[in-house]
Structure formats: structure tokens, C-alpha cells
């Protein structure tokens, strides 16, 4: 079975950055490469949102909420993808869910949390 997994998450202040990362296992490399990759959140008490896409294409799309603070990148050789979080906001507190996609099917990892407090 496909798996995601996430890491990066934490405690940071207000202005701060948080890098977060999502590994793809039990798949070769070839097979990453064609896997839509997106970075959702869920807020306390909120739906589940999306923040970042990369495409297998290559093309990347962020959030308006985030724009120009957040940013999706990929190393396929590393089966990874990450969400580069800076100027971080009380707001941007949220479980953070990988999800990989290809065809009909997707793959969510278990979520990191991210809090942003002073």
C-alpha cells in the first residue's frame, strides 16, 4: 500500500518559518514522478482546505491566504515534497495533510500539526 508520510511541523512564533516535508513509500521513483502532489490544512472547528498543488506536469498553484509566503517544491529522486511556510501567522495553525494523486486514486498522509503562537 502507498503510503505518505509528513514531518516539519512544530511550534514557531509569529514571523517565523517552518519547512514541511511528505515522503512517498512502497512505490519506485518512476511512479512518484506521475503523482499529482497537494498540501491541505485543517483548522479547529474548520473544513479541510488546499494550499499548495504540484502537478505531475510540474506546474504549481498556492492558496490566495498564502500566496507570496508559502511555496510548494519537489525532489523526485528523494520521492518528496515540501511546503516552505515563511512569515507565518496565527491563522496558518492547522493539522497539515499531504495527499498524493494519480488516476482515480488518492493517498493522504496522517497529518503534522503546525501552531503559530507567541
Known amino acids: 500500500q502507498v503510503q505518505f508520510v509528513e514531518s516539519g511541523g512544530g511550534l514557531v512564533q509569529p514571523g517565523g518559518s517552518l519547512r514541511l516535508s511528505c515522503t512517498g513509500s512502497?512505490?519506485?521513483?518512476?511512479?512518484?514522478?506521475?503523482?499529482?502532489m497537494g498540501w491541505y490544512r485543517q483548522a479547529p472547528g474548520k473544513e479541510r482546505e488546499l494550499v499548495a498543488t504540484?502537478?505531475?506536469?510540474?506546474?504549481?498553484n498556492v492558496a490566495d491566504a498564502v500566496k507570496g509566503r508559502f511555496t510548494i517544491s519537489k525532489n523526485n529522486s528523494k520521492k518528496t515534497v515540501y511546503l516552505q511556510m515563511n512569515s507565518l501567522k496565527p491563522e496558518d495553525t492547522a493539522v497539515y495533510y499531504c495527499?498524493?494523486?494519480?488516476?482515480?486514486?488518492?493517498?493522504w498522509g496522517q497529518g503534522t500539526q503546525v501552531t503559530v503562537s507567541s
Open positions: 495527499r498524493g494523486s494519480i488516476g482515480e486514486r488518492d493517498y
Open positions: 512502497r512505490m519506485i521513483l518512476s511512479t512518484f514522478t506521475m503523482y499529482t
Open positions: 504540484f502537478t505531475s506536469g510540474g506546474n504549481t
